[in-house]
């Protein structure tokens, strides 16, 4: 491979590319005032949320050696450090499922080893997470960020999939657990007498369902029929954390009579605690780690190297996708060499390392999708009131809302700026809109309609929400008072909401659709390969995906060996490039493994590429529908793009084949 001969070349270009604008990241975040903080708690709620979850699901599985508090602790330092040295501030980090799922199987492997046990298992974990550095490291370093395209999407899906078929698990497990005496809990106490244990189980069933529901209900508010648009938004945006925060009032609405512990609440030290400070001198302990297990070590180290590598990555790609139309390059070598330093330092101080998670990092990018937009209208359509007060010409409206279009854009490339203005100005000029009587040149209605999509591009918010999440771990008090049941419903809640937009999972439902009512389905929104690839083809690589899926969930239930679940994912490279392609036509692949999430609607479709220009009249002209949800419309809940701006040859083909190398700038 060409990249083995020239290591740090992809270093050194993607800190080049991204030092040029390092200045820039900051400046253009302070200077949206306090518009920033907008995102910034959208996309704090959206990460504390899963991380305080994890913390919970991590304390259970480790006997309480790692808890809430260091998750926190982690999602908050890597995500400071990553927003201030990163070469993609909009990438989120976090604490995410597979090291959860990782450390559980380090910790079973260690409890029971002499040498060992629950008093080193910290210790041990520190050398796993120094050997994983180690790999990172020469990851970026040969320049291995030019074959992330070979993870395509079947390897994708089926990795989404299984992290939501163990959120599912996760939360059943909790559930059933709430009928249960805790392992350390004491059986003579009078809540684990089986009458209250049977009041918690109940009332854990009835605040998971509650929570489920109502956080369903509320993540799409923003279709709601009733309430203002801005009422609609604020509940579609925040109203998961809003419904954890009313069930666990509800928690406290319950008879007197319960004994305390019914519910059942969150256990975990306070960061202050020495519990919790006993992590940062971790790295003390780890020369006393005998040398075959440091060399052991490495097994696990490469599993876990390989797995951030693909989900670090994935993330950054699921961020920057071209229809978000950032002018700012990428840094997949770069990052992940950051990554390998993160993960060393979380190793050293006890902490379970942060890597970029889904879908908070494309989350994050909608949402200064929309600030961006909204500042660059408010500007424009205050240029053109001002003019036309001023009694200008058409030519000279227009002439100067396209000099605060690009000033405010900061584009190198004022050319295909100007071109994508075309269709403002021709607006503007001829004074109406198409399909519009109204002659007269309205800037609210006509700049809504016609103003091409940006992204913010900046740090600050980024380093806030990673600053609000340092916050939390001090207000441990006021999170442990949350139920445990919640957090059973919040998993639920995680895995259903995944599930829209994964291919894998609607090709499973279409199995189950008759002959006769398929037809249906070309009457609605529909991926591409249900007009373009014959059914037998289809469900032959659903069974091929569910048979594999079947497998790789398999492995997790392996106990130790368990720890190399990642390995059937690294596998699936070859079966996608040298099996796949002898069982299914070119073109028949494309579809079911495209690159892109294409889909067709039974209703005129929306266009992502130039402007919000195709949607239709009815929509853009009402002032209750808004950016936010013209977005929602546009991306499934994995913040995928559904409408591409690129033709069929154009990336699908740039998914990597055997003899091909992609570089992802």
Not at 184 to 200: I, R, V
Request: glycine letters at 6%; aromatic letters at 12%.
């Amino acid at each position: 491979m060409e990249s083995l001969k020239a290591p740090f070349k992809g270093i050194v270009n993607d800190f080049q590319a991204r030092a040029v604008h390092y200045k820039e990241d900051w400046t253009c975040g302070l200077r949206s005032g306090i518009g920033i903080l907008a995102p910034t708690t959208y996309i704090f709620f959206a990460s504390a949320l899963p991380v305080i979850a994890f913390g919970e699901q991590l304390s259970r599985d480790t006997d309480g050696s790692l808890s809430t508090v260091e998750t926190l602790a982690s999602t908050a330092i890597c995500g400071i450090i990553h927003s201030i040295l990163g070469g993609q501030p909009l990438l989120i980090l976090g604490v995410a499922e597979p090291t959860i799922l990782m450390y559980t199987y380090l910790y079973n492997f260690a409890k029971d080893k002499e040498g060992l046990g629950q008093e080193l298992f910290l210790a041990w974990a520190g050398w796993v997470c120094v050997w994983t550095a180690l790999l990172l490291f020469l990851l970026a370093i040969f320049n291995a960020g030019y074959i992330i395209n070979r993870f395509t999407r079947i390897a994708g899906e089926l990795f989404g999939m299984l992290i939501t078929v163990l959120f599912i698990q996760e939360a059943i497990k909790g559930m059933v657990d709430e009928f249960r005496i805790p392992k350390k809990g004491d059986p003579t106490s009078d809540k684990y007498q089986f009458h209250w244990l049977y009041a918690n189980g109940l009332l854990g069933i009835i605040f998971t369902f509650g929570l489920l529901y109502t956080s369903l209900k509320s993540r799409r508010a923003r279709s709601w029929l009733y309430g203002t648009g801005w009422f609609r938004s604020f509940i579609a945006d925040y109203g998961v954390p809003l419904m954890v925060v009313v069930w666990t009032a509800l928690s406290f609405t319950v008879p007197s009579k319960l004994p305390s512990g019914v519910p059942r609440r969150l256990i975990a030290p306070l960061a202050w605690e020495s519990t919790s400070l006993h992590h940062w001198t971790v790295i003390k302990d780890m020369g006393k780690v005998s040398p075959a297990y440091i060399f052991a070590a490495f097994i696990p180290a490469l599993m876990i190297a390989g797995l951030y590598f693909f989900d670090h990555s994935v993330a950054s790609q699921m961020a920057q996708q071209k229809e978000f139309n950032l002018r700012k390059p990428s840094a997949y070598h770069y990052d992940i060499l950051l990554l390998g330093f993160m993960t060393l330092l979380c190793g050293l101080i006890g902490l379970p390392p942060s890597n970029g998670v889904l879908p908070q990092s494309p989350m994050h990018t909608k949402s200064l999708a929309v600030l961006k937009r909204q500042l660059i209208r408010r500007k424009m359509v205050k240029s053109a009131k001002e003019s036309i007060r001023q009694k200008a010409s058409n030519y000279e409206i227009y002439g100067k809302m396209q000099a605060v279009f690009i000033e405010m854009d900061n584009s190198p490339d004022n050319h295909s700026v100007v071109k994508e203005l075309e269709d403002l100005k021709e607006v503007v000029l001829s004074g109406e809109d198409k399909g519009d009587n109204n002659n007269t040149f309205d800037p609210e209605k006509h700049i809504d309609a016609y103003l091409p999509v940006r992204v913010k591009e900046q740090r600050v918010s980024n380093l806030l929400q990673s600053l609000l999440v340092g916050a939390a771990v001090f207000a441990m008090p006021a999170i442990k008072k949350i139920p445990t049941s919640v957090l059973w419903g919040y998993f639920a809640y995680m895995a259903i909401d995944s599930l829209p937009g994964n291919q894998f999972w609607e090709r499973i439902l279409l199995l189950f659709v008759g002959p006769s009512r398929r037809y249906k389905l070309l009457e609605g929104d529909h991926a591409s390969f249900v007009e373009s690839v014959p059914f037998r083809y289809v469900v032959f690589f659903t069974l091929f995906q569910c048979v594999y899926f079947l497998v790789c969930f398999g492995v997790t239930w392996i106990p130790i060996a368990g720890m190399l679940f990642p390995l059937p994912f690294f596998l699936l490279i070859t079966l996608r490039q040298h099996i796949l392609p002898k069982l299914f036509s070119p073109h028949h692949l494309r579809e079911l493994d495209a690159a892109e999430y294409e889909e067709i609607a039974g209703a005129p479709r929306l266009s992502f590429n130039m402007s919000f220009r195709e949607v239709e009249s009815s929509r853009v002209g009402s002032k209750e529908i808004g950016n936010a949800e013209i977005l929602d419309e546009l991306t499934t809940n994995r913040g995928e793009l559904k409408v591409r701006a690129f033709s069929f040859s154009e990336e699908r083909n740039s998914q990597v084949y055997p003899d091909e190398e992609m570089d992802p700038h």
